[in-house]
Every structure is written in C-alpha cells, then in structure tokens.
C-alpha cells in the first residue's frame, strides 16, 4: 500500500533552520506531484510548498517564500522541504501529500498523506 513517512521535524530556536524528509512507497513517484502542508493548534490545514513531477516548477505560500525550498529526488521516493529563518508561528505539524495529477493548493486534490511530524519554534 502507499505510504508517506515524514521525519526531521524537532524543536528549534527562531532564526534556525530544519529539513523536513518524506519518503514514499507503494506509488510510482515521479508521477506524483507533491505537497507539504501544516496544521497548528485550533486552526486549519493550509499549503505550505508544492512541486511538480519533475521538481521543475515549485509554488510556495506567502507566509513562507523566501524562507522554505521543497525539492524532490525521485531516484530516491523523497520530497524535502528546507526551512530557513524559522519563527514561531511556524509551529505547527507538517504534513505531506501526494498528488496524481498536478501541484495544488487545496487539500482535497491530494491522494495520499503521511502522518505527519512536529516542528516546534520557540521564540
């Protein structure tokens, strides 16, 4: 069956950085697109980063461009997410999601999730 494993999440100093992994199985993965997204205490889960198939386009929310990268190596199932200058309202459990078809913004287009893993900022 598919699985979607995230690891790399921890408890880090404002101003750091951490690198989010997430190793899938069970799909063919160059033929997903893929998603990170998050989800803090009482509020919804939004988009975080998207990429592509191929790893060629990528698309970010706002609240994190120019902070976080995601990248992908489909010779190795994994979709990383590089997080830089973190703040506290980063906070939150990251989750990640395959797509079959293209990189989207919403939750529902999304087949496959992981379970998660925390990432904690402390000011």
């Known amino acids: 069956q598919v699985q979607l494993v995230e690891s790399g999440g921890g408890l880090v100093q404002a101003g750091g950085s951490l690198r989010l992994s997430c190793a899938a199985s069970?799909?063919?993965?160059?033929?997903?697109?893929m998603g990170w997204f998050r989800q803090a205490p009482r509020k919804e889960r939004e988009f975080v980063a998207g990429?592509?198939?191929?790893?060629?386009?990528?698309d970010y929310a706002d609240s994190v461009k120019g902070r976080f990268t995601i990248s992908r190596d489909n010779a190795k199932n994994t979709v990383y997410l590089q997080m830089n200058r973190l703040k506290p309202e980063d906070t939150a459990v990251y989750y990640c999601?395959?797509?079959?078809?293209?990189?989207?913004?919403?939750?529902?287009?999304?087949?496959?999730w992981g379970q998660g893993t925390q990432v904690t900022v402390s000011s």
């Open positions: 999601a395959a797509n079959y078809y293209v990189a989207s913004r919403s939750n529902s287009d999304y087949n496959y």
């Open positions: 990429s592509s198939r191929s790893g060629d386009t990528t």
């Open positions: 069970g799909l063919t993965f160059r033929n997903y697109a």
